[in-house]
């Protein structure tokens, strides 16, 4: 199969929605995960921080984050799967729309996707939160959550997902 970089669309699908931002609304009922039904960003969108991540790798043709086919996810399976695929990475080897989760005690609460490399000294990160849905936020802002851990997301190796 051939290599696949990704990394342009996800960005491109987390502009579209920054742009329809009025109709993008944070959700943690069931209809967080009823994006999958469409081949493309459709509104209005409900999701979590965690089912947006997703949902923006699966518009953009990726593999599921999560490695579960897209069937669910959380940040809790979302930092499983990077630790069983050794995708964790420093802040320093951050590319665009690789993920950033966040844990307060040990437990994982909160995702985001970044718009910046980990080159620059702040970078910026596409987040969905419930106090601003969707946003882009600055890492310094983030950090406020909790601890961060850096994954790598869409790498040059991963294959595109094969949308229904």
């Not at 946003?135 to 790598?152: A, D, E, K, N």
């Amino acid at each position: 199969m051939p290599i696949v970089d990704h990394r342009a669309q996800c960005e491109e699908v987390a502009r579209t929605l920054l742009e329809h931002k009025d109709q993008c609304h944070y959700s943690e009922s069931a209809n967080r995960w009823g994006w999958h039904a469409y081949k493309v960003p459709t509104f209005p969108f409900f999701g979590d921080c965690s089912s947006t991540f997703a949902a923006i790798d699966y518009w953009a043709g990726c593999d599921d984050p999560n490695g579960v086919n897209y069937a669910y996810g959380d940040t809790t399976t979302l930092l499983e799967h990077a630790q069983t695929k050794k995708l964790l990475i420093p802040k320093s080897k951050l590319l665009k729309a690789d993920g950033c989760l966040f844990s307060v005690n040990g437990v994982t609460v909160h995702v985001a996707m970044a718009l910046q490399d980990g080159t620059v000294g702040n970078p910026l990160f596409f987040n969905m939160g419930s106090s601003a849905d969707p946003s882009v936020q600055p890492l310094s802002v983030l950090l406020t959550i909790g601890t961060p851990t850096f994954f790598r997301n869409v790498t040059d190796t991963r294959v595109p997902h094969r949308r229904p």
